[in-house]
């Protein structure tokens, strides 16, 4: 049974910092792109970031150069380190694993998170 359980999130002032963790189990995890997204209320949900088991990360353009993607394959751990930030970064962030070991991610296709909450205003 794979369960992914997220941590980190809260309310924040603009230009603040906060770092996302999630927690995998019941997985190899290391042969699996990992990655997140987020939803606010009534938009679409975004990528925000990925990470495949080879190293390769990608983020949407409204987060690049402020946040930063990782993992620790040996605590299976997955990390979102969000700097600078935005009132519009505002929305449930969630974490996401492949269900597949194929280098893509699939948010049709993966195991959720339960999602964590994060609110940046002044």
């Known amino acids: 049974q794979v369960q992914l359980e997220e941590s980190g999130g809260g309310l924040v002032q603009p230009g603040g910092s906060l770092r996302l963790s999630c927690a995998a189990s019941?997985?190899?995890?290391?042969?699996?792109?990992v990655g997140w997204y987020r939803q606010a209320p009534g938009k679409q949900r975004e990528l925000v970031a990925k990470?495949?088991?080879?190293?390769?990360?990608n983020y949407a353009d409204s987060v690049k150069g402020r946040f930063t993607i990782s993992r620790d394959n040996a605590r299976k751990l997955v990390g979102l380190q969000m700097n600078s930030l935005k009132p519009e970064d505002t929305a449930v962030y969630y974490c996401?694993?492949?269900?597949?070991?194929?280098?893509?991610?699939?948010?049709?296709?993966?195991?959720w998170g339960q999602g964590t909450p994060v609110t940046v205003s002044s």
């Open positions: 996401l694993q492949n269900r597949r070991s194929t280098g893509n991610l699939d948010p049709d296709y993966a195991y």
């Open positions: 019941g997985s190899i995890f290391s042969i699996y792109t």
């Open positions: 990470l495949t088991s080879g190293g390769s990360r």
